[in-house]
């Protein structure tokens, strides 16, 4: 009798354990990048000039929608700077596509405010991977495309019918608008608990280093909370000798149709 309720208490432990382990395997892993059509996330900005000056402004992303780049569904992100209440002038965009493999950068747009009739883009091929799933600690990661657009100004012609590549401020400039070339170096460096929003939030932190043909340099460290995104980026801007330091720390958010890693 005692042989046989050992055997039966360890059966009971056996299910049991089993049952626990099958709940592990299922759960689903934690959604660091979560993106809705709707979600919104603002953050104070701090920004320190080599003049010593600071400036305080709010930061503002928003889902804006979706649209298809090339043959990925992605997810329009719009960016905007408020300081002392106006919004800034040049709107900035990015096309995310959230696949099972992570966040990927395939469009770049700026819509220039100054110059109604341009919306610029530029697209990634392939799509910058701004994030992946799965990261275990000292993995890395690179990707070069074009980051950006830079102006130039160059003596207008005497007529330009139908040029979609220039803008004529009366009679006297073009603006040309050249994109600009650069290079990602992205290190996953673990697991950190901040505190923000007044409470713990367990994170994990990305460093990335950038720099683009124009000589101009940034590292960055980016925390990522669960079920929640970025919240905290810290960067240091290079251009010449000049240095430029900023943070940004999330002040409110919504999310909204929250999902997971989408499955290819």
């Keep these: 009798m005692k042989k ?68 990925q569904e992605c997810y329009r992100i719009d960016y905007f700077t408020l300081q002392n209440g106006t919004p800034s002038v040049a709107n900035y965009r990015e096309f995310l596509a959230k696949t099972k493999d992570g966040i990927f950068c395939n469009k770049r747009a700026f819509p220039l405010l100054q110059y109604p009739a341009i919306d610029w883009e530029l697209r990634n091929s392939p799509g910058e991977p701004r994030f992946k799933t799965g990261m275990k600690d000292g993995d890395t990661w690179k990707w070069e495309g074009f980051v950006t657009l830079q102006p130039e100004s160059t003596p207008a012609p005497a007529s330009t019918p139908g040029s979609s590549a220039t803008s004529t401020t009366g009679n006297q400039k073009q603006t040309k608008f050249i994109q600009i070339k650069g290079k990602f170096d992205y290190e996953y460096k673990g697991k950190e608990q901040l505190t923000i929003l007044d409470r713990k939030m367990d994170c994990i932190k990305i460093y990335v280093h950038a720099v683009s043909e124009d000589k101009q340099e940034y590292e960055r460290f980016i925390w990522y909370a669960p079920g929640i995104g970025k919240v905290r980026e810290e960067t240091t801007f290079y251009k010449g000798s000049d240095v430029i330091k900023t943070l940004l720390e999330l002040s409110s958010y919504n999310i909204t149709n929250r999902e997971m890693f989408k499955k290819k």
């Design 4 to 71: 046989h309720k050992i055997g039966l208490a360890l059966a009971l432990f056996f299910i049991i354990a089993a049952f626990y382990a099958t709940g592990c395997k299922n759960e689903a892993p934690a959604d660091y990048f979560p993106i809705g059509v709707g979600s919104y996330w603002e953050y104070m900005a701090y920004t320190t000039y080599p003049t010593g000056i600071a400036q305080i402004s709010k930061d503002i992303y928003v889902v804006g929608g979706q649209e298809m780049v090339g043959d």
